[in-house]
């Protein structure tokens, strides 16, 4: 089992900037990906950014790159979502995931998930 407890969302201006962050616990060694994904209401949950845990690749979705950026800390288990440019269409409840049975891209592929931080851009 992998725990994960996601911190750093809350409500900004557009073209500001926040800091996610997910620190992982348990058989963390078994996950090779850690993802963030995020589901705006009504819509579906859909894929932002991926890292490779140990090899550090970074996977990104057409419309967060050059805006975001995923990073990784090793010693604390936490992974980072630095989001700059902030957008109103960026307003979503953010997931952290890991463990991939599948595609990095589907967020049906990750086995476990946190429980979730707000993110809320206004104009």
């Known amino acids: 089992q992998v725990q994960l407890a996601e911190s750093g969302g809350g409500l900004v201006q557009a073209g500001g900037s926040l800091r996610l962050s997910c620190a992982a616990s348990g058989r963390t060694f078994s996950c090779a990906f850690m993802g963030w994904l995020r589901q705006a209401p009504g819509k579906e949950r859909e894929f932002v950014a991926a890292?490779?845990?140990?090899?550090?690749?970074?996977y990104y979705a057409d419309h967060v790159k050059g805006r975001f950026t995923i990073s990784r800390d090793l010693g604390k288990r936490t992974v980072y979502l630095q989001m700059n440019s902030l957008e109103p269409e960026d307003t979503a409840v953010y997931y952290c995931?890991?463990?991939?049975?599948?595609?990095?891209?589907?967020?049906?592929?990750?086995?476990?998930w946190g429980q979730g931080t707000q993110v809320t851009v206004s104009s």
């Open positions: 890292i490779h845990w140990s090899g550090g690749s970074t």
């Open positions: 995931a890991a463990c991939l049975d599948g595609s990095v891209y589907h967020s049906s592929t990750y086995q476990y």
